[in-house]
């Protein structure tokens, strides 16, 4: 992990996420090993006695190894072409699979509500690969933090975005 903690306001939406998150009957939590992803959820896991368990596949997607100006257009740009990718960075679709391998051990697990904490672009392109419509403006218009439930009945999945700040 990072050692950056979390700014006062970070904490903060740390506590009103358990607060919204308790009565959810969780009974797994995945975080990813990055600093922020594991800080926000900690308070939840400490409250409900639950290890966070931390997966590497749940890093944020790296666009660039290379800082750019133009990094929004650039992101823009992999979700209308899932194979694009920029050096040293990797595609929405090699992104989006190594999330999905792990939602896809999580539906075989015996845990029934598991909270999967993450970044933004790999969360929006794991609700892409379940509905096609999400793209690069509901990235844009996700808050922090943001939680959506995603739900299957059979193997049919259904989204739905349950915090509201």
Known sequence: MCSDSLSDLGLNQ?????????????DYIISSPY???YRTI???AERLGIEIVTDNRLTER????KNHPDWREMLRQTYYDLDLYYEGGESSNVATHRVITVVKELLNSRFENIIIASHGNLISLLLKYFDDRIGYKEWENLSNPDVFHLSFMKDTPNIERIWTD
């Open 42 to 44: 900690s308070p939840l």
């Open 14 to 26: 740390a506590n009103n996420l358990t607060e919204f998150l308790i009565p959810k009957n969780v």
């Open 35 to 37: 600093e922020r992803a």
């Open 62 to 65: 790296i666009l660039s190894e």
